[in-house]
């Protein structure tokens, strides 16, 4: 028999009038992993910083190993063993500093732990903890030098150094490429063998199937299902925790109109093989690959943010080579980054400035800014999209993750366009925003060309006319979505691909 690492009973948390979480009464086992799901508003993230000792309960009782558990700060829970990863890498590394001091940070923290520094002690601690991630950096390099998945990966390694009871990750594999999320779940199948209680925050299926020892579904600040017998019933957990059954996406494939985008020969990176593509009004592409497969580095060359190494770029019948992000907005090309904490919120502004921030000379009139002009944007995009907050001038961080996303990707819908590109628009929301932000972005679509990129394959088929797959900075497959062989779109995605498809037309 399993022994309860956590016990959660009854707990309330409220703001306001706002009821957050309802009774929440559950149960975290010693050597398992508990995949907590939930819809953005649902309570996960509350619950979570009721434990991590951000929140502090209204009403209950938590315990950690039949002693009471209050934590006063997230200081006094890493002290009691419960750690967490959270989905913002920035919140989990200090980008400013080196590799070394992000490891030991904690430890350096600690009174009379950083008063006399001995660099060489404190790097030969850290490749300690990096070697049990295989985590291979240069631990003297500063993180903000690092790549996006490698910050993910010291995120986690610091948290590893805590020896935590209770794990907690919040969408962890959202950054990393198959092979670093391979090396994660192998930590984690240590971790749960060592008799670590983990609770996995993700509505990526293919984590779940990976690493769940059972499912915990929550809606409107309850516990709405518990999921444990196996084989695990993903499809039961989805629908409690939507309420009702999510039936399959029926898509009516547009029929695609003029080019909007050629691209000829393109060669994105020395020693990649070139490639052919056409982008054509009403239609929404998917572009999916493994995490490195040039997806990104794609968006970059549209947006103006890199150079092509070679090739030709047409936009609308027009030689298209953006030398900005704002010479590409100007041609009516536009880009919604993926991770938006780095990349596209901001943070001082509220939701209506996010909103239209790229965009304030549409809401001017010589220098004097239309407020008014901004807020009925706003308030459109709000509404169309089902952004829950208060009011347009909330602060964006009041928002939670999933609603922040639909504000990003409701700023660069609030305009027409010629071409979007969309980076990750699902990275780290829930499968009913998913669905939304989906659903609007194939109801706008009329008249221009729409790019998504994505990683999941299911993300792909509930939104796409078309979906391509990339492989080493080319494309390999070209499919309409419609009775696709999924099995060939897989083996293209592992780069098991026809040695020909890279040189064919993409159109």
């Not at 390999?476 to 098991?496: R, S, T, Y």
Request: glycine letters at 8%; hydrophobic letters at 40%; charged letters at 25%.
């Amino acid at each position: 028999m399993q022994k309860t690492a956590v016990e959660i009973n009854d707990i309330t948390k409220v703001f306001g009038e706002n009821k957050v979480l309802r009774g929440i009464d559950l149960s975290l086992n010693a050597g398992e992993v508990t995949v907590l799901m939930g819809a953005n508003g649902a309570g996960k993230s509350t619950l979570v910083k009721v434990l991590c000792g951000v929140h502090k309960a209204n009403g209950g009782t938590i315990s950690l190993y039949g002693t009471p558990f209050t934590p006063a700060t997230p200081a006094e829970a890493i002290r009691a063993g419960i750690v967490t990863v959270h989905q913002s890498i920035n919140d989990g590394v200090i980008p400013d500093l080196d590799v070394a001091s992000n490891l030991m940070l904690d430890s350096l923290a600690k009174p009379g732990g950083g008063f006399f520094l001995n660099k060489r002690k404190t790097r030969d601690a850290a490749r300690k903890i990096a070697a049990t991630m295989a985590l291979k950096v240069d631990v003297t390099q500063p993180v903000s030098e690092l790549g996006l998945a490698d910050r993910q990966m010291v995120a986690i390694a610091r948290a590893m150094a805590h020896k935590p009871k209770l794990l907690i990750l919040d969408e962890p594999t959202s950054s990393l490429s198959a092979v670093e999320a391979a090396r994660l779940f192998d930590l984690l199948d240590r971790l749960r063998d060592s008799g670590v209680a983990i609770l996995y925050i993700s509505h990526r299926m293919s984590d779940i199937r990976r690493i769940a020892d059972r499912i915990v579904s929550m809606r409107d600040g309850k516990i709405s299902g518990l999921f444990d017998q196996k084989p695990l019933d993903y499809e039961a957990a989805v629908d409690a925790m939507l309420g009702h059954s999510m039936s399959d996406v029926d898509l009516d494939i547009a029929a695609p109109g003029a080019p909007v985008l050629e691209l000829k020969n393109l060669q994105i990176r020395e020693g990649s093989r070139p490639f052919s593509l056409d982008l054509r009004a009403n239609e929404v592409v998917a572009i999916t690959g493994l995490v490195g497969s040039g997806k990104t580095e794609l968006a970059d060359i549209l947006f103006g943010l890199a150079k092509p190494v070679s090739g030709e770029m047409t936009l609308r019948g027009a030689p298209y080579r953006p030398a900005s992000q704002r010479q590409a907005i100007e041609s009516g090309v536009f880009l919604c980054p993926k991770d938006r904490a780095s990349n596209a919120v901001v943070q001082a502004f509220d939701i209506t400035k996010n909103i239209t921030i790229p965009f304030l000379d549409r809401h001017s009139s010589g220098t004097f800014l239309n407020k008014r002009s901004e807020q009925r944007t706003a308030e459109r995009i709000v509404n169309d999209l089902g952004i829950v907050c208060q009011h347009e001038s909330d602060e964006i961080g009041s928002l939670s993750g999933g609603n922040q996303q639909k504000v990003m990707v409701g700023r660069w819908l609030a305009e027409e366009s010629s071409l979007l590109v969309l980076d990750e628009p699902f990275q780290g929301v829930d499968i009913k925003a998913r669905r939304d932000i989906g659903q609007k972005i194939r109801e706008t679509s009329k008249g221009r060309a729409t790019v998504v990129m994505v990683a999941e394959m299911d993300e792909a088929v509930e939104i796409a006319d078309r979906i391509l797959v990339m492989n080493e900075q080319t494309v390999v497959g070209d499919h309409i979505n419609k009775d696709i062989d999924m099995k060939q779109v897989l083996a293209e995605v592992a780069g098991q691909q026809s040695e020909t498809m890279g040189n064919e037309h993409a159109s």
